[in-house]
């Protein structure tokens, strides 16, 4: 498993603009498809956006489809998830997670950051 930090939480008006980072250990970064997810007090944890180990390809919700963009920078063994046009409903706990190495598609996630709270204010 690989072990997970976030960052870059916080309050902001929407509208604003936040960009979150979660860094990763290990030497095997890059092996890894990385993903976000966040939940909302009294609710499921859903899916934000993945992003496959090379980066190349990314999948979103359609919530966040055209305002948030996930990228990667193995070389620092980083995963960013930067949000535009932030609404109050994006108010939540943003997680980082990652599945077994290697693993493409529709993943399960096997290893989870603690999170990092983003509130949006109107």
């Known amino acids: 498993q690989v072990q997970l930090v976030e960052s870059g939480g916080g309050l902001v008006q929407a509208g604003g603009s936040l960009r979150l980072s979660c860094a990763a250990s290990g030497r095997t970064f890059s092996t890894y498809a990385m993903g976000w997810f966040r939940q909302a007090p009294g609710k499921e944890r859903e899916f934000v956006a993945r992003?496959?180990?090379?980066?190349?390809?990314?999948w979103y919700a359609d919530s966040v489809k055209g305002r948030f963009t996930i990228s990667r920078v193995n070389a620092k063994n980083t995963v960013y998830l930067q949000m535009n046009s932030l609404k109050p409903e994006d108010t939540a706990v943003y997680h980082c997670?990652?599945?077994?190495?290697?693993?493409?598609?529709?993943?399960?996630?096997?290893?989870w950051g603690q999170g990092t709270q983003v509130t949006v204010s109107s």
């Open positions: 997670a990652a599945p077994n190495p290697y693993e493409d598609g529709d993943w399960v996630p096997r290893s």
């Open positions: 992003i496959r180990w090379s980066g190349e390809i990314t």
